[in-house]
């Protein structure tokens, strides 16, 4: 979150309380004593905890009520099922007995799946971040029963065998923080202060709200809400705005200059990322790398084209230090979530659907800057991640794509001790044995780095918990061990090729795969279907797509899209949900799943040319603008801090202390900048001024924050080039078969600013759903003509392109 100077006085979301009071709390005298309800939950991470001796209640106005009539905290755990550190305290803390009866008499403990409530876990992360400047999960936080947090953290030590607050303390020793003690302070302060406990807790959340502010800053002296909240519009009272007047703001593309600068400043030189402890994917940062060297000429200019080229050589030499490191699961394919050490040498072990998304999109970019051949640099990484996606592992028979592999896993079939990335691991012994062959296994281990004693620094294993065993990692690559070895290149890759399909034999037949989290999720789904989109795209036009994976990939794409209109939307009501996991969960979609499912879905239409697709985007982002942007009207609602931009929950979200706007982006793609593209592409294909203008004014809505700390939002600055320069848009028209020579142009190119591809029919109807919806397109083109057209200066002039692959190449090329 933003840091404090960029706080203001308590303003937007003053009024908007959580909907918490039912018309009357039950007495305590009359409730029924607490029983653990993990078991009812959709969410698997929570059913994991049905069989806890704690009495863990879901989110729901029943446990609130509860806290209410017991004039009882609330303890609120957030995690999710992947997480290594959320499996060790369901072990470890949450079974222990006085935990858990401390927990079940003086608390209302609630557990929360953070992928099921996300703006529920980033608002007291971003609390528990305000007190600590740390994050991780699980996240325990302890609120009053009007869900104001009084004390939180995310790792304490877990309580030994006897009471450890018995256990004598050294002479001027300060005592560890533990389970036990936090408990036992919390529960005194209550007691002993509740007054003062109620007032702290109300203060915080005043300061968390200016903590959280992005977003609303971005406004005069005065221009607030009133002192007297006007009423509520009524639904028949129209918004009126003049979308076709110039959106005015302080942005600029100096600010992509800013933070390419501090991103340079931060950058690791040898391996790459940034930081020197643990490492994150931060696919929207190197995103903003990659295409540095694309941009239009304008932007190349203010930031340096020597500049450029430098900072597109840091984005890719990340990348490489990612494919070789313990990150990338070598045998298997996909990636782990992160690297908890600056050499990437050894991972967070948990596989998580959204991570392996966006790195598609990403390595994609990074192969098709490589040319696009089968033999450049990254179209393995490209192909073995779709794999991954599409694979039998986080593809459902259903269609939709679940959420995630956990990191615990046993080592063998059968067993029920849980080790930490067990099924990833090796000892020197198992990999000889699994390889056979002694020149194969030579190779192999030293292109690997398998050592007989392990392969893990003590200093990152303090509990031996990786002792004598191997993360496979790239430490020699094929021309060193050529070189060493006084063999072939050719023949190295061999022998590697050949121990890495034994390993994964041996792996997939004797150790026992990591769970699954089941849950199917509309904004990674999303995420998904616009990767594999975009994949399938670039290899059916590069013309090397000889194992039929565009085919694949597409058709997995194009599931998961049905999937989730016909599980998660509700085209009677027009509501879209949030999560499946054996039935629709009753959770309705944040701001974020229409944002990524609408990214999806423009995707699915620029690949496949079906309307449909598209006709479902437009219709999702009018609910989405309806149900989430704040309006900047004369008349707004009473949370409405009327600068424009989307909010991650709707005006009526339960159990919301208020609302926020999520515009940084970290290991995901903020809301925000995701949404700015959509409504800029949106606009372009549809040729609607609206869409256009709400994403200029979404950009300004952060002007503030970006304008402070411009390399937290790479999405965001992205959005800015459309602002400020326009975007260049394909118009094909016709039998696209005719047309193929020049839509491979658009389709494998990398990414960069603004472009759009839009398909005609000529022979379609005016009363055609796409010709309604834009009627101004068949007058600029004619009819019959089959070819394909490009737009410049903002879309005010059409060009047809000539068939010619070389001529095509080259304009696309001056695009930027």
Known sequence: MMSAQLQQPPGPGTANQPKLNPPQAPQASSLPPLRNRAADSKSPFVRAYSDSPVTWQPLDQQAISRAKAENKLIFLCIGYLASPHCHLARQETF????????????????????????????????????????????LNVFLTPDLEPVFSGTYWAAPEADDISAVPEAEGAEKPLDWLTVIKKVKSSWADEESRVRDEAKRMVNELRQFTGEGTLNHGAGSLLPASPPPAPKESDPIV???????QGDVDLDQIEEAYSRITRTFDPVFGGFGQEDKFLTPSKLTLMLRATRFPKVVKDVVGPEECNYILTMGLHTLRRIVAGAVHDHIGGGFHRYSITRDWS???FEKMLIDNALLLGLFLDAWLLSNGTPDAEFADVVTEVGDYITGGTLLSPQGGFYTSEVAHSSNKRGERIMRNGAFYLWTRKEFDT???????????????????????DHEHDPYDEFLNQNVIRIAKNYARLSNQLGISEREVKRRIESARTKLKSRREKERARPDVDTKIVTAYNGMAIAALSRTAAA??????????????YLGAAKRAALF???????????????????????????????????EGLIELYETTADESWLEWADELQAIQIALFYDHPTTTPWTTNARCGAFYSTAQDAPYTLFRVKDGMDTSQPSTNSVSVSNLFRLGALLSDRKYTYLAKESVNAFGVEMGEHSYLFPGLLCGIIPWKLGGHHWIAVGDNNSNRQALAAFHTSPRASLFTLRYHDPKASASSWLNKRDPSLRAKLREGKTAVFKSLENGRELREIGNAKAEITSQYAAMG
């Open 434 to 456: 699994a390889v056979q062959d002694e020149q194969e296994a030579e190779v192999a281990a030293a292109h690997w780095d398998v050592q007989e004693h392990g392969n893990v």
């Open 539 to 552: 290899l059916l036009h590069t013309g090397h797509d000889v194992s039929g994976r565009a085919a694949r």
């Open 95 to 138: 079974s222990n007995p006085q935990v858990s009866s401390l927990l079940n008499q003086t608390f209302v403990p609630i557990l929360v799946d953070r992928e099921e409530y996300p703006h529920i876990d980033s608002l007291y992360m971003s609390y528990n971040q305000s007190l600590s400047g740390n994050g991780g999960w699980p």
């Open 564 to 598: 989730i209109k016909k599980e998660l939307w509700d085209s009677h009501s027009k509501t879209l949900y949030r999560l499946y996991s054996d039935g629709r969960s009753d959770v309705k979609a944040v701001s974020e799943d229409y944002a990524f499912l609408i």
């Open 241 to 247: 705005v003049d979308y076709t007047a110039e959106v």
């Open 346 to 348: 050894l991972p967070s």
